[in-house]
Each structure stands twice: as C-alpha cells, then as structure tokens.
C-alpha cells in the first residue's frame, strides 16, 4: 500500500489523516489494514467502487462517515488518494474527480507520486 504524493512532497492522505480525532484515526487505521490484507476482495460494507476505478474505503465514527479514496495501481498495489468526511448520501463528484486526476497523474510518473510510509 502506498500513498499519492503531490509534486511539492506533501501526502495529501496523511494531512486529512492528521485532522482527525484519536478515535475517527484508529477506525480508518482499522480500515486500512483490512484493505492492505484483502486487496481486491475487499467488499461491502468496507469498500465499495465509487467510478471509473476509484474506490472508497469506509469508516465510521459517532454517526460521522469517514471516506478514504484509492485506486488499484498493476492489479496489486493500492494507492490511497486522499480522504473526506462524508457529509452527504454520497461522495461528492469533486472529490472523485480529484482521485481520478491524482491517478491520471500517478500512472504518468508512479515514481514521482508514491509515498510508501505507513500510518
């Protein structure tokens, strides 16, 4: 598992990730390992394809919906975007269309975009 990293050196994941309270942090910390161990067999209600190969890894804490987005990098590595607080029925398009550009951007220079340090 690793995480996209902006052209400047910053995780986008790991700044969301550091708003969070303790309790919200170990829920998607929770998430995350399932998704390290399971890969694509992943499935409802931990995960769920959102569109065009993006997907949203759940979380929950005191009725607040927390979503991290990722993508499948060679059909193994998971690359987690970024993440949101989910505030309304769905994912907003603006956050799925920022996923898509920041795989557009990975797949254009993986190297240049992967952070491997784990939370």
Request: net charge neutral; glycine share 6%; with cysteine.
């Amino acid at each position: 598992m690793v995480f996209f990293q902006e052209d400047d050196g910053t995780i986008p994941f790991f700044d969301w990730f550091g708003s969070l309270d303790e309790k919200a942090r170990d829920k998607c910390r929770i998430r995350l390992e399932r998704l390290r161990e399971l890969g694509h067999e992943i499935r409802r209600p931990e995960a769920d394809l959102l569109r065009d190969g993006i997907y949203e890894l759940r979380a929950k804490h005191q009725k607040v919906n927390y979503r991290m987005l990722y993508f499948f990098h060679l059909n193994e590595a998971v690359v987690i975007s970024h993440g949101v607080v989910k505030q309304q029925a769905v994912v907003p398009t603006l956050e799925i269309d920022r996923a898509l550009e920041r795989k557009r951007r990975f797949l254009s220079n993986p190297e240049g975009h992967t952070h491997g340090e784990m939370i």
